[in-house]
């Protein structure tokens, strides 16, 4: 600031000031002796700081005190003499002192003035003290008004933040009563947009998850009130005094085969419910998928001569990193299905081989296999291929989805190519570390 008025305002403030000093010499040399002091004083009181000082060495001061007075007399001599005295223009620059606001009579310009015959010498100053005073109060009302005006915009600003907050917290209060239709009126570009799309796509998945659980318990409330009903039926029936020998075998067979549909049904429950829960897989051990197989397949021979069928492999897959008993299940689920599934005198291939990084098991069945609707649901929590859900196929509509997290948990993948009446084959991809 200094530097600017030394550079730019300087030699203006200067002749601006020697302009107004001229001008009060006019005025005053107008006067008589007895109106000088009175007038001085006007001048003085209208924002000046004044010195004057005659021919005969007497000064007098008006307007603003001087914080410093000194002026040598040989410069107030020449100013009476009749020079212009321009100790504004002139005044020293110093580094950390603001020419304009120093207070002092060096730092004045001065005429020379006649008053009744008197040769005098007045100097001039702007009052800074006095006109700062005035401006004071505009300065405090500026103030003030930036102050309202900044208190404004805060409050515009919060309310621009808070509002979609305000908005969400109401969505958020719909949510919990399971109401997921008021709209998310938020389009911003910034983290509040961010946060907006992020909720948008939360809730839809909450919604989603909502549904899925409301499908889960239908269904679950299904399959045990079903076999639970059939249960209590025979029973009754059971009780009947003429029944034959071959009608009480048959309804104790019934009997039986819902209980054991109940007790598969709990246990593959219980089975996802534990799978939903691992996030990561502990017990990982080195196996043999071959044996694996083998095992399998000895477990279910029973099953494939009850329904004279047979069974070819090819097993060439390499030892894997995995979790024994789970991959078990995986396999007893997918041969269950493929026997499940295939018609009396049908074939199951299953082959095993290494890929790359990974290994592939592959069975394939030569069952009813099934459309595109149909396979898009396969993996679905109490899906069949029945529809109808007529009992004469075993099941709980459970042991795919098994399957399908299991593998996930294995980082693996599944590929199913099917086709009605054209059978199924299931490939899955496992990393072999």
């Known amino acids: 600031m200094n530097t600017y008025y030394h550079q730019f305002v300087k030699e203006d403030n200067d002749a601006k000031n020697v302009a107004i000093a001229t001008e009060m010499a006019t005025y005053l040399e107008g006067l008589d002796s007895s109106q000088l002091s009175p007038a001085l004083d006007m001048l003085g009181a209208s924002g000046y700081q004044l010195y004057i000082e005659d021919e005969k060495g007497i000064g007098l001061f008006y307007g603003g005190a001087y914080r410093e007075k000194i002026l040598s007399e040989d410069l107030i001599s020449t100013v009476i003499a009749g020079d212009v005295y321009h100790g504004m223009l002139n005044f020293p620059r110093k580094t950390f002192v603001t020419g304009f606001f120093a207070n002092e009579l060096r ?9 009744d015959g008197i040769e005098h ?5 702007p ?9 004071r109060l505009l300065f405090g009302g500026l103030a003030i008004g930036l102050m309202l005006l900044s208190i404004l915009g805060m409050i515009l600003v919060a309310k621009k933040l808070i509002d979609p907050i305000t908005h969400l917290t109401n969505v958020t209060k719909k949510m919990a009563i399971e109401s997921f239709d008021e709209p998310i009126n938020i389009h911003r570009k910034d983290e509040i947009g961010q946060l907006a799309e992020s909720f948008q796509l939360m809730r839809g998945q909450l919604k989603e998850l909502l549904k899925k659980r409301k499908e889960f318990v239908n269904n679950v409330s299904h399959d045990i009130q079903s076999p639970l009903h059939n249960i209590q039926s025979y029973l009754t029936l059971l ?9 009480q ?5 019934i009997v039986h085969l819902e209980t054991t549909r109940l007790s598969q049904l709990t246990k593959q429950l219980l089975s996802l419910t534990t799978l939903d829960e691992v996030t990561k897989l502990q017990d990982l051990e080195p196996l043999s998928i071959n044996t694996q197989w083998l095992e399998t397949i000895k477990r279910f021979r029973w099953k494939l001569e009850e329904k004279e069928m047979g069974l070819s492999h090819s097993l060439k897959a390499d030892n894997i990193m995995g979790n024994a008993p789970l991959l078990q299940t995986v396999w007893e689920n997918l041969l269950s299905n493929a026997i499940k599934y295939s018609e009396k005198n049908g074939n199951i291939y299953i ?20 459309s595109e609707e149909q396979l898009n649901q396969a993996f679905d929590r ?8 007529s009992r004469k196929t075993e099941g709980t509509g459970l042991g795919l989805a098994i399957v399908k997290n299991i593998i996930h948990l294995h980082k693996g993948s599944i590929t199913v190519k099917t086709g009605l009446q054209e059978g ?10």
């Open 107 to 115: 730092n004045s310009v001065g005429v020379p003035l006649t008053v």
């Open 121 to 125: 010498a007045l100097f001039i100053r």
């Open 127 to 135: 009052n800074i003290d006095m006109l700062f005073g005035e401006l």
């Open 239 to 247: 009780d009947q005094p003429d029944l034959s020998k071959k009608q």
């Open 249 to 253: 075998t048959a309804y104790r067979n």
């Open 351 to 370: 082959e095993t081989y290494n890929d790359d990084n990974q290994i592939t098991i592959s069975i394939h069945d030569e069952g009813i296999g099934m």
């Open 382 to 389: 109490f899906y069949r291929v029945d529809k109808a859900r």
């Open 424 to 433: 199924t084959t299931i490939s899955i991809h496992l990393p072999k570390e």
